[in-house]
Nanobody, 124 residues
Framework: QVLLVESGGGLVQPGGSLRLSCAAS????????MYWVRQAPGKGLEWVSG????????YYADSVKGRFTISRDNAKNTVYLQMISLKPEDTAVYYC?????????????????WGRGTQVTVSS
């Protein structure tokens, strides 16, 4: 069974930083584009960021561009999301997801694999 396990979430003050990690197992990680998708309380899913198989191309939603950085380490089967200048509106459950192609979909069904999520709360 494929596993995507997110970690690194928590409570942070506005303006603070967090680094999320997603450890993947039981599939060929380096063959997949990796993504972060989030869901704020009471709202639908929002595509946040994506990275290609080699890590050379990255993509961001306008809402996080310039503040979030996605990266991956194929030797460790791990994808990261570095978040700085966090805002209360960044509060959400952050999910890691994988597909074989580029997408900006905000629906779970668009992805081959999906993690259980990690909670990020930005509050003073």
């Amino acid at each position: 069974q494929v596993l995507l396990v997110e970690s690194g979430g928590g409570l942070v003050q506005p303006g603070g930083s967090l680094r999320l990690s997603c450890a993947a197992s039981r599939f060929i990680f380096s063959n997949y584009w990796m993504y972060w998708v989030r869901q704020a309380p009471g709202k639908g899913l929002e595509w946040v960021s994506g990275i290609d198989t080699g890590g050379g191309n990255t993509y961001y939603a306008d809402s996080v561009k310039g503040r979030f950085t996605i990266s991956r380490d194929n030797a460790k089967n791990t994808v990261y999301l570095q978040m700085i200048s966090l805002k209360p509106e960044d509060t959400a459950v952050y999910y890691c997801a994988a597909t074989r192609y580029r997408t900006t979909a905000a629906s779970k069904g668009a992805y081959d694999y999906w993690g259980r999520g990690t909670q990020v709360t930005v509050s003073s």
